[in-house]
């Protein structure tokens, strides 16, 4: 539905949605920039379209959340600001200044120019915004990944801090910079935007860098706590192997008491079956155990052990000081 003139009619919701003004009737957003403000919008539409497809979304356009018409002509109304020929300057005020860029706008480009680097300004601001937003998102979430916000990126509501970020940098950097030719102004724009975009990865590295360190320093407290649990384990674990090293130690004792009375009533009634003669010194076919009698454990089958603890001792031989802790 387009008029003999080739657009559509007005109002229409053409308007908002594909051109980015606020209302269905577009001429309502020209109240403070004036038919300037259209002029600029058409440049910026026909001779920047490196410009233009950044706002569009279907082309995947990096600012194409903040609407192209009424942020052109906010732009505009930036400027004129700037270049103190705005409605709210004082024209005496106008008059006497001395701006060191003055020289440059005896090119008559030099306007539509500034408006197209402000733009190019503007969407950089945009995209260095997302990746704060990003960071800050990914810091809530680790350390209140239970009650963090959904992620929303950069919206329509970031535009006044947008605008305000771009304006100092037109202010500051690039018409402080004292541009007297219009190329001069272009090759300035040009080392700036080198200079945002660096500074912008070094940011995101650094922060990244930082929520990477983080992660590792819990990572590292949460292997202390778990080794401090294994430690507690282990200990528990070799405390109960003790007791029960130590209960069969006092059965082995226990036995061996019993077993050495037996051996005695036996030797007393003259039963002696070779066993009691290992206490007269000769050899006891039960006092030679499997190995060497200078190895450790031998001596539990001794007659001449009377001691319990030696019996302990020997279940343990050089093994048993791996149970002391």
Same mark, same amino acid.
């Given at each position: 539905? %387009?008029?003999s003139?080739g657009?559509?009619?007005?109002?229409?919701p053409?308007w908002v949605?594909?051109?980015?003004?606020q209302? /269905?009737?577009?001429?309502?957003?020209?109240?403070?920039?004036?038919?300037?403000?259209?002029?600029?919008?058409?440049?910026?539409v026909?001779?920047?379209p490196h410009?233009?497809?950044r706002?569009?979304?279907?082309l995947?356009?990096?600012?194409?959340v903040?609407?192209?018409?009424?942020t052109?002509?906010?732009?505009?109304?930036m400027?004129?600001?700037l270049?103190?020929?705005?409605?709210?300057?004082d024209?005496?005020?106008?008059l006497?200044?001395?701006?060191?860029f003055?020289?440059?706008?005896?090119?008559?480009?030099?306007?539509l $120019?500034l408006?197209?680097?402000?733009?190019?300004?503007?969407c950089? $601001?945009?995209v260095?915004l997302?990746?704060?937003?990003?960071?800050e998102?990914?810091e809530?979430? !680790?350390? /209140?990944?239970?009650?963090?916000?959904?992620?929303?990126? %950069?919206t329509v509501?970031?535009?006044p801090f947008?605008l305000?970020?771009t304006?100092k940098?037109?202010?500051d950097?690039?018409?402080?910079?004292?541009?007297?030719?219009?190329e001069?102004? !272009?090759s300035i724009? &040009?080392?700036?935007?080198?200079?945002? *975009?660096?500074?912008s990865?070094r940011y995101?590295?650094?922060?990244?860098?930082?929520l990477?360190?983080?992660?590792?320093?819990?990572?590292?407290? *949460?292997g202390?706590l778990?080794?401090?649990?294994?430690?507690?384990?282990?200990?528990g674990?070799?405390?109960?192997?003790? $007791? +029960?090293?130590?209960?069969?130690?006092?059965?082995a004792?226990?036995?061996w008491?019993?077993?050495k009375d037996?051996?005695?009533?036996?030797?007393?009634n003259g039963?002696?079956?070779?066993?009691?003669?290992?206490?007269?010194?000769?050899?006891?076919?039960?006092?030679?155990?499997p190995?060497? +009698?200078?190895?450790?454990?031998?001596?539990?089958?001794?007659?001449?052990?009377?001691?319990?603890?030696n019996?302990?001792?020997?279940? &343990?031989?050089?093994?048993?000081?791996?149970?002391?802790?």
């Amino acid at each position: 539905m %387009v008029t003999s003139k080739g657009l559509p009619p007005i109002p229409h919701p053409f308007w908002v949605s594909r051109a980015g003004f606020q209302q /269905n009737d577009p001429v309502t957003d020209f109240r403070s920039g004036g038919v300037l403000s259209l002029a600029m919008l058409l440049h910026i539409v026909e001779s920047a379209p490196h410009v233009h497809v950044r706002f569009v979304r279907n082309l995947g356009g990096d600012a194409s959340v903040l609407p192209l018409g009424i942020t052109s002509i906010n732009v505009t109304d930036m400027l004129a600001k700037l270049l103190m020929f705005s409605k709210s300057v004082d024209k005496i005020d106008a008059l006497l200044s001395s701006k060191p860029f003055w020289r440059m706008f005896s090119d008559p480009n030099a306007l539509l $120019v500034l408006q197209e680097l402000a733009m190019d300004m503007l969407c950089d $601001v945009v995209v260095e915004l997302g990746k704060e937003k990003k960071l800050e998102h990914l810091e809530e979430i !680790k350390h /209140n990944s239970k009650n963090a916000e959904e992620y929303r990126g %950069v919206t329509v509501f970031d535009f006044p801090f947008i605008l305000e970020r771009t304006e100092k940098r037109v202010r500051d950097d690039l018409l402080g910079s004292a541009p007297k030719t219009v190329e001069e102004m !272009k090759s300035i724009a &040009g080392r700036l935007k080198v200079k945002y *975009m660096k500074a912008s990865d070094r940011y995101e590295r650094v922060a990244m860098k930082k929520l990477q360190s983080n992660d590792t320093e819990d990572f590292m407290e *949460m292997g202390e706590l778990i080794t401090e649990s294994v430690k507690e384990g282990a200990l528990g674990a070799m405390t109960a192997m003790n $007791v +029960a090293v130590n209960s069969v130690a006092g059965q082995a004792g226990g036995f061996w008491g019993k077993f050495k009375d037996k051996v005695g009533k036996s030797h007393l009634n003259g039963k002696g079956n070779g066993i009691g003669m290992a206490n007269s010194g000769k050899t006891s076919t039960l006092g030679k155990w499997p190995h060497d +009698a200078n190895t450790h454990g031998a001596d539990i089958c001794n007659p001449q052990t009377n001691s319990v603890e030696n019996s302990d001792a020997a279940l &343990g031989g050089k093994d048993a000081d791996l149970m002391q802790f």
